[in-house]
């Protein structure tokens, strides 16, 4: 934990900065800043320990500023800010991804970098159609996304994905062969499920639909995250995506985990594909590659993706895509000290045996006030409240600052908290965190 004796000395101007996804207004109003962090813990502008019970956003899976990242990113910076990756390279990205492959499903062992979990997606969607492409099947255009899934905010993302203030806000720009799937909750049928619910893998049949009604020839990928966390924590039926892998191999469809946030550790593995026995064709991966310390995303391919692609073009670049910062330096070696930390503490282990834990003391707010839903998985939750009458997401809002104000770090999306804590966190912490939640929902109207 870390201590500060006095308040932050002052708190910058607030006017330049157009924040993301923050109601900005209200934010300036009464800022809620963080100007420190170690372990667990943030420190707040005024002074006070903060339990961050969401690994920052959903990505400091290994806990803050831990010792051998850091000295990982300053030592890296000495050395060489930065190297070009266009018709160049440096050895930090080769070892990274290398590490990487260490842990991805399959033959996922091909990984290509990005600086986010939106370029990501958009990158998986783009070598999807490559692949496509290299195979002469060029007319797999269209894409399968999720009722309620979030895949970031690029235009391929937000296509796919199905938030609807996003896809009407920037509808001007949306891909435009795309379909989805519908979601998997239903709080009627499966309410309060402690892992995955068992109603509910009939829905991955309504892919056969789609297909039927756009012809498999036409399909190039299906994407879907294992477990949706920005819309509130879906957590896939039983049988589900084992449905999904059996309908897209028997079609020659592509399938996508978006694993921007299962990756690295939070359902007990390295990634949600090995938990659930289902290996995907391609996967998404960012914020807990290493552990937040600098932007940095990447995609897991399969042999049979890469090679078609590359062995298949002729001589030149094979596939016209990348990013300036893609593998930068510091990312990577980030990436390299973080994997090595993963590893040295058994931290998918740890995550595997304080699941059950998490699980417990998550399900004792059933019978709390407001509460109409608990879901879990490994070491992430949700507990959606009953809205208020005619505002939607305002109940939620306050018992988020309300948390804040007691010292404990909670995210909220409409009328759902959800919980994704380091994988560090002891039994003593998640009681505090769940402790916290339980009596400001006794004091929230």
Same mark, same amino acid.
């Given at each position: ?23 900005? !207004? ?98 998986? +969607? ?13 007319? !797999? ?6 009722? /309620? ?48 619910? #068992? ?15 756009? *012809? ?26 084992? &449905?999904? /892998? ?39 991966? %960012? ?46 070696? %980030? ?39 608990? /879901? ?9 409240? %009953? ?6 997401? #305002? &109940? ?14 909670? !995210? ?5 908290? #959800? ?11 998640? *009681?505090?965190?769940? /402790?916290?939640?339980?009596?400001? +929902?006794?004091?929230?109207?």
């Amino acid at each position: 934990m870390t201590e500060r004796s006095t308040p932050y000395a002052s708190t910058p101007d607030l006017s330049a900065f157009w924040m993301p996804f923050t109601a900005n !207004r209200q934010f300036k109003s009464a800022p809620r800043l963080l100007v420190s962090a170690k372990g667990m813990y943030y420190t707040s502008h005024d002074g006070r320990q903060i339990l961050d019970g969401t690994a920052g956003l959903w990505c400091v899976n290994a806990g803050h500023c831990r010792d051998e990242i850091v000295a990982a990113v300053q030592a890296q910076a000495a050395e060489m800010d930065f190297a070009p990756t266009f018709q160049m390279g440096h050895p930090k990205a080769f070892e990274a991804a290398t590490k990487i492959a260490k842990h991805t499903p399959g033959d996922l062992k091909h990984i290509f970098f990005v600086n986010s979990g939106s370029e990501a997606v958009d990158t998986a +969607l783009k070598i999807a159609l490559a692949y496509h492409r290299s195979r002469g099947e060029g007319q !797999r255009t269209r894409f399968v996304g999720r009722e /309620r899934g979030y895949h970031g905010v690029g235009f391929g993302g937000i296509s796919v994905g199905g938030i609807a203030p996003n896809r009407k806000t920037f509808s001007g720009g949306l891909l435009p062969a795309v379909d989805h799937l519908p979601h998997t909750l239903n709080i009627k049928e499966a309410a309060f499920s402690k892992g995955q619910p #068992a109603w509910g893998a009939h829905l991955a049949d309504e892919l056969e639909r789609i297909v039927t009604l756009h *012809d498999a020839s036409t399909i190039a990928a299906v994407i879907v995250e294992p477990v949706a966390g920005s819309t509130g924590v879906l957590i896939p039926p039983q049988g589900y995506l084992q &449905r999904l /892998r059996e309908i897209c191999t028997k079609h020659g469809i592509l399938l996508i985990f978006d694993e921007v946030i299962t990756g690295w550790g939070r359902l007990g593995t390295p990634f949600a594909a090995q938990y659930f026995g289902v290996t995907p064709d391609l996967l998404t991966m %960012a914020k807990g590659t290493n552990n937040a310390a600098a932007p940095l995303g990447a995609v897991a391919a399969s042999a049979r993706i890469h090679d078609s692609i590359v062995d298949g073009a002729p001589a030149g670049i094979e596939l016209f895509h990348g990013y300036t910062y893609s593998g930068h330096p510091i990312a990577a070696a %980030a990436a390299c000290a973080t994997i090595d930390l993963y590893e040295r503490e058994g931290l998918f282990e740890r995550a595997a045996r304080m699941a059950p834990i998490f699980e417990q003391a998550i399900h004792r707010l059933r019978g709390e006030r407001h509460v109409i839903d608990v /879901r879990n998985l490994g070491l992430v939750g949700g507990v959606e409240l %009953a809205p208020r009458d005619g505002a939607p997401g #305002a &109940r939620a809002a306050e018992v988020f600052l309300r948390c804040y104000q007691k010292g404990v770090l909670t !995210r909220y999306t409409g009328d759902i908290l #959800a919980f994704s804590p380091p994988l560090i966190i002891e039994e003593g912490q998640i *009681d505090e965190i769940f /402790r916290t939640v339980a009596e400001v +929902l006794r004091e929230t109207e």
